[in-house]
């Protein structure tokens, strides 16, 4: 039984708006096994037709066909008049060898994990409990570091993810007015190398658990700022090591609640002196959402709250934590478009001098 069995109009208009979010988690599905069988590696250097992708990939011959055409609708492939199928622009981003590929992304996801924990949803909103570690026993990054293949996956996901924006964020704030910059959290050093890379004055730390620092000092050597770059093994929720007079923390906030939250932020707020700043690099809800507005970031919301616990925030959420943690709000500058991330400065404030 589907739309077109019930009569479910599949045109435009409301009803094809709600059928077509129905059949979101058959796309999302689709995507994952041209990601999972490779479809964009194999047709990176010539269109193939269906049998010639089946036999190389060792994949059903009919059963590729039919994925094909439907990732043709999806927009991800282009099929010729010989029936030769190639990669679109959206489609060339699951390749594995491209500095932007979405691949991990795409994995990370769709995979069963996700999906699990997005089972739960209904069960979130009635509680405000994350489902997570009901679905599978374990807490979510628990669950990772017991899983090789899967803290690779996330680890190279968050990799893609900063890729794409450490760059800009690099540029869009005046790092060079700092001497040493603290990452917290921050994975396999993307961000921090770029910053690195764009200020030779500054000089950096980098603080994560160890299997998410595993390739961290090639991501130094890589960028030339090896030198200038050091890695500290440890938990943000214990401590933070001293020596920075900024402290960055990117796409870490959203993971936790706001307890949570507070113990990090007072952590950052202990290490650093009291002329130090602290530079949160989020996505920033409004408050009020538009009517057809891009809904990815409220998605991202509902992701936290199923897989974790955490949350997207608005900046009035921004200025309560902060306040209460020790600092004060500053500046909150939006990247440009298409990107959703913001760039949100706090300073240190020591109590009995500053109001």
Same mark, same amino acid.
């Given at each position: ?64 066909? /039919? ?58 909103? /009635? ?56 990452? %917290? ?78 113990? %990090? ?14 530079? %949160? ?18 998605l991202s919301d509902l992701n936290m709250m199923v897989k974790i616990g955490g949350r997207e925030r608005t900046h009035a959420d921004f200025a309560a934590l902060l306040r209460e943690a020790g600092f004060r709000l500053g500046a909150v500058n939006p990247l440009p478009p298409p990107h ?16």
């Amino acid at each position: 039984m589907d739309a077109l069995e019930t009569g479910a109009p599949t045109g435009g208009g409301a009803g094809a708006l709600v059928v077509g979010m129905a059949y979101g988690h058959m796309a999302a599905q689709a995507l994952r096994a041209a990601a999972r069988v490779a479809v964009a590696d194999l047709l990176r250097d010539e269109p193939l037709v269906s049998a010639e992708l089946a036999q190389r990939s060792g994949m059903h011959p009919q059963a590729t066909h /039919r994925l094909c055409r439907t990732l043709v609708a999806l927009g991800l492939l282009a099929q010729d008049e010989r029936g030769r199928f190639s990669l679109t622009e959206a489609g060339d981003l699951l390749r594995t060898d491209r500095p932007d590929s979405l691949h991990a992304l795409v994995c990370m996801l769709t995979d069963p994990t996700t999906v699990g924990a997005w089972q739960g949803l209904e069960e979130s909103v /009635r509680t405000g409990e994350p489902q997570f570690a009901k679905e599978f026993g374990q807490e979510f990054f628990d669950f990772l570091a017991a899983q090789p293949h899967l803290s690779e996956q996330f680890n190279t996901a968050m990799s893609q993810n900063t890729r794409k924006i450490a760059g800009l964020v690099a540029r869009h704030y005046d790092f060079g007015k700092h001497k040493t910059v603290v990452d %917290i959290g921050g994975g396999d050093g993307t961000l921090l190398a770029e910053i690195l890379r764009a200020h030779p004055s500054v000089t950096g730390i980098l603080l994560d658990l160890p299997e998410a620092l595993t390739a961290a000092a090639e991501t130094f050597a890589a960028a030339d700022v090896l030198a200038r770059g050091s890695l500290e093994q440890g938990d943000f929720f214990k401590a933070v090591p001293p020596g920075g007079d900024l402290h960055v923390l990117k796409s870490v906030l959203h993971d936790w609640n706001d307890e949570q939250c507070l113990t %990090i932020l007072r952590r950052c707020r202990a290490a650093l002196p009291d002329d130090g700043r602290l530079l %949160i690099v989020e996505r920033v809800l409004p408050d009020r959402p538009a009517e057809g507005a891009d809904g990815l970031m409220f998605l991202s919301d509902l992701n936290m709250m199923v897989k974790i616990g955490g949350r997207e925030r608005t900046h009035a959420d921004f200025a309560a934590l902060l306040r209460e943690a020790g600092f004060r709000l500053g500046a909150v500058n939006p990247l440009p478009p298409p990107h959703q991330f913001s760039l949100i400065e706090a300073e240190a404030v020591t109590p009995g001098r500053d109001t």
